[in-house]
């Protein structure tokens, strides 16, 4: 595919032209989309026909509660013939995202049931279509774009049943678990002894922020 449109390829291009909250948004098609992806430094959502793209610096807190919930949900999800643990590396396809069309998004963490259910849009590349669980990490900049747009488009994904965003600033964990396919129970927890249950097992907010705030 050949296109006139331009973009930053470099982070710090990117760096140049992003608003308050990191960010940098233009127009596009999807299949523009899916042509940038192989030609930039950063990673890029899609959203409403516009490429998101984001400054992809992970704090060290940041990438420390990934890495802390990626262990959990490895013990948690143990089995291979069932699960797959991801990390923020591979994306998440939302074919009808509140009736704007296909959105595309980098979650901090994702649990995925096998078999795989993927988009490929390129031999060889592909993203998930089938979440059973997705993790954000929340920050100042991050958090009116994962509350307001990513977990409105989250909620409609048929497999999808936990979804865990986790601030970075202070010990906090909102849990949102689906009760039926349009309805949605959100916790809001706070203190080390606060524990909320995966696949029947317990995680405390002690063990998620633990050496961080406990």
Known sequence: MTTTLKWPTTQQQLAEVVDADGQYRFVATLEEYWQLLGEVQYRADFYDHQIIASMSYESDLHSYLATELSYYLRTIFADKSLFRVYNSNRPVYVENCRGLGTGVFNADGMVTT???VRHEYQKGMSAEMNPTLL???LSPSTRAYDFGTKLPCYKTIPTLQTILFVEQDEPKVFVYQRLAPNR????EY???????EIEGQTI???QIYRGVYF
């Open 114 to 116: 096998l078999p795989p």
């Open 135 to 137: 993790i954000e990490i």
């Open 184 to 187: 949605w129970q959100d916790t």
């Open 190 to 196: 706070r203190a080390a002894e606060d524990s909320f």
């Open 204 to 206: 405390t907010l002690g």
